[in-house]
């Protein structure tokens, strides 16, 4: 299986409405990136945040990281028909052998109804 | 350029047929990567460089598959003999190389269609 793994794998909401997906991994990490996607094409650097750090925040986006739980989610508030895209977490794919190769989940597809 | 970009947009091939596809980085990165992304799915890794040099080709699937970047700038990745199952979006990404923390850049992709 995947090292970052998206949940749920797909979630429709209400614009206006707080969107919460999660992502699970496998191995030790010095940080986790969310990415998304619009129609299957581009992903886009949302944000990133150091296993040193809890909590990151970036306009509506929040992102909460528990090393001990090997577990991040990725909020975004008040959210807008144009948030509707796939989400990615991505971890480093192996800190042991420093390679740079990043290994990303399946994904959560949302989907903002106007 | 202002980001990573990629040629073609969309490629259409017969089964057997060799394809080359092309990724321009950001201009002063020095880490380019190549993904591969089915219906569905996340992006795969298949290989990555530092400059010149292909630190890293371990996602590769077999000896079909071939990328160079000779002057350490523009990328190009070789499909030999494609198979059907070789239909994907290959996505390229580049990163300022840094040791730390490798915040990607993407590109758009190519839509490769194998008939």
């Known amino acids: 299986s995947q090292q970052g793994e998206e949940d749920p794998q797909a979630l429709s909401i209400q614009e206006g409405e707080n969107a919460t997906m999660n992502c699970s991994y496998k191995t030790s990490i010095n940080n986790l990136q969310w990415y998304r996607q619009n129609s299957g094409r581009g992903l886009v650097h949302l944000i990133l945040i150091r296993s040193n750090e809890r909590e990151k925040h970036s306009g509506r986006l929040r992102v909460t990281l528990d090393t001990s739980k090997k577990s991040s989610s990725l909020l975004i508030t008040a959210s807008r028909a144009a948030d509707t895209a796939s989400y990615f977490c991505?971890?480093?794919?192996?800190?042991?052998?420093?390679?740079?190769?990043?290994?990303f989940g399946s994904g959560t597809r949302l989907q903002v109804q106007p | 350029g202002a980001g990573v970009s990629q040629t073609p947009s969309n490629k259409v091939t017969e089964k057997g047929k060799y394809v080359e596809l092309r990724c321009d980085p950001i201009s002063g990165h020095t880490a380019l990567y190549w993904y591969r992304q089915s219906l569905g799915q996340g992006p795969e890794f298949l290989i990555y460089?530092?400059?010149?040099?292909?630190?890293?080709d371990s996602g590769l699937p077999n000896d079909r598959f071939f990328a160079v970047r000779p002057e350490g700038s523009v990328s190009t990745l070789k499909i030999q003999r494609t198979e059907r199952g070789d239909s994907a979006v290959y996505l390229c990404?580049?990163?300022?190389?840094?040791?730390?923390?490798?915040?990607?850049?993407f590109g758009p992709g190519t839509r490769l269609t194998v008939l």
């Open positions: 460089f530092q400059g010149t040099g292909a630190a890293d």
């Open positions: 990404a580049s990163s300022l190389g840094r040791q730390g923390y490798n915040e990607q850049f």
């Open positions: 991505a971890t480093p794919t192996n800190m042991d052998t420093g390679r740079r190769a990043l290994t």
